[in-house]
Nanobody
Framework: VQLQASGGGLVQAGGSLRLSCAAS????????MAWFRQAPGKEREFVAG????????YYRDPVKGRFTISRDNAKDTVYLQMNRLNPEDTAVYYC?????????????????WGQGTLVTVSS
């Protein structure tokens, strides 16, 4: 079972990136999915989450209105569209599959993790 994250890169402040997370197996169709990020010297933090059927979306406050999480269960893929990026968004972004259909904000609620993709926002 693997999660493959991609889409990171270097972007100027105000720009956009779209992260993708492809799951290797269909089992994730029943799992909540989330994106976390970890900046240098900081703890991993919840960014956005989506329940198994996309009925509920969750975002941490600083990204509300700028980031959008979505999923395509037919493709076993979760996306994070990031707009109006700022230097504070610089971090390694990880996708994760929850232990249930819900999306807790605590990393311990997630069973599988992708390898991370680096997002760097220059000022």
């Amino acid at each position: 079972v693997q999660l493959q994250a991609s889409g990171g890169g270097l972007v100027q402040a105000g720009g956009s990136l779209r992260l993708s997370c492809a799951a290797s197996r269909r089992m994730f169709r029943n799992n909540g999915m989330a994106w976390f990020r970890q900046a240098p010297g900081k703890e991993r933090e919840f960014v956005a989450g989506i329940t198994w059927n996309s009925s509920n979306l969750y975002y941490r406050d600083p990204v509300k209105g700028r980031f959008t999480i979505s999923r395509d269960n037919a493709k076993d893929t979760v996306y994070l569209q990031m707009n109006r990026l700022n230097p504070e968004d610089t971090a390694v972004y990880y996708c994760a599959a929850a232990r249930s259909g819900m999306v807790p904000s605590d990393p311990s609620g997630y069973r599988y993790w992708g390898q991370g993709t680096l997002v760097t926002v220059s000022s």
